[in-house]
């Protein structure tokens, strides 16, 4: 998979208009052969703008790059850009993403767009539970100032300040089998930090409940319901570390009944 990049800084006063001539563009890409994502993200931060492209192949990459749409709304861009910024080309590695995952506690200031947030929700709710109860609860946590007081919570909890998304897995006590709850939720969370690797992400799973202190925290920073449970909140987005891949395989540890 190949992941672009591409920074963007727009004219002032002309924010809007590229905005309007840049959805043809997406538009038009979507439809192409390999597209798996084509998405305009807006960084909050002046008229800073990023593309960011997720295409199956090189060679997908590369004929979109001569495609007769991109080369026309590429031109009604470029009258609208303050200066041209390098764009950034990354080859990403999916062959295993049970294997591959790994935590990742740092991260770039780059958003992650809110089609992969509903793909790796999506993915949490995927995960099995006692009777198909399905006992869960998901929180998309942007707010800087929510994100710097939940990580308080603990001493492991730092991550939170380095991220600027987070999703917070909770658990409904109103279900069939509350017994089976915790096991539901270790489920989705693991559910979603496989998603997470396959986006081309990186995220760490840190732990809530049962800590008594950590849960109080977490209910009275979001006001939760009494019968609503913390269990585990994970910080996520674009890896601002060298990712190396451990082989944990321990034979020692695996028996046979035969």
Same mark, same amino acid.
């Given at each position: 998979m190949i992941r672009v990049v591409v920074p963007v800084q727009v004219k002032k006063n002309k924010k809007s208009e590229f905005l309007?001539?840049?959805?043809?563009?997406?538009?038009?890409?979507?439809?192409?052969k390999g597209c798996i994502?084509?998405?305009?993200?807006?960084s909050n931060v002046d008229n800073e703008l990023y593309f960011i492209e997720k295409w199956e192949t090189k060679e997908d990459l590369n004929n979109?790059?001569?495609?007769?749409?991109?080369?026309k709304y590429g031109e009604l861009l470029k009258g609208l850009k303050e200066t041209?910024?390098?764009?950034?080309?990354?080859?990403?590695?999916?062959?295993?993403?049970?294997?591959?995952?790994?935590?990742?506690?740092?991260?770039t200031s780059q958003n992650v767009s809110k089609e992969i947030v509903d793909r790796i929700i999506e993915a949490g709710m995927y995960a099995p539970s006692a009777g198909n109860q399905q006992g869960w609860e998901f929180v998309?946590?942007?707010?800087?100032?929510?994100?710097?007081?939940?990580?308080?919570?603990?001493?492991?909890?730092?991550?939170l300040k380095k991220a600027n998304i987070a999703i917070l897995i909770l658990g409904n006590e109103n279900v069939k089998y509350p017994q089976n709850l915790f096991q539901d939720l270790g489920a989705a969370t693991q559910n979603i930090?496989?998603? !997470?690797?396959?986006?081309?992400?990186?995220?760490?799973?840190?732990?809530?409940?049962?800590?008594?202190d950590?849960?109080?925290?977490?209910?009275?920073?979001?006001?939760?319901?009494?019968?609503?449970?913390?269990?585990? !909140?994970?910080?996520?987005?674009?890896?601002?570390?060298?990712?190396?891949?451990?082989?944990?395989?321990?034979?020692?540890?695996?028996?046979?009944?035969e």
């Open positions: 309007s001539v840049a959805q043809g563009l997406i538009q038009e890409s979507r439809k192409e994502e084509y998405n305009l993200i807006d979109h790059a001569q495609s007769t749409h991109s080369k041209e910024s390098p764009i950034e080309i990354y080859e990403i590695n999916k062959k295993n993403n049970i294997l591959e995952r790994r935590s990742i506690r740092n991260y998309v946590i942007r707010n800087r100032e929510v994100l710097d007081k939940l990580s308080k919570m603990s001493p492991y909890a730092t991550p930090l496989l998603q !997470i690797t396959t986006e081309g992400l990186g995220g760490v799973w840190l732990g809530i409940a049962p800590e008594a950590r849960m109080d925290l977490v209910k009275s920073t979001l006001d939760l319901k009494e019968n609503i449970l913390p269990f585990a !909140i994970v910080p996520f987005g674009y890896s601002s570390e060298e990712e190396k891949t451990v082989n944990r395989y321990d034979k020692s540890k695996v028996w046979s009944i």
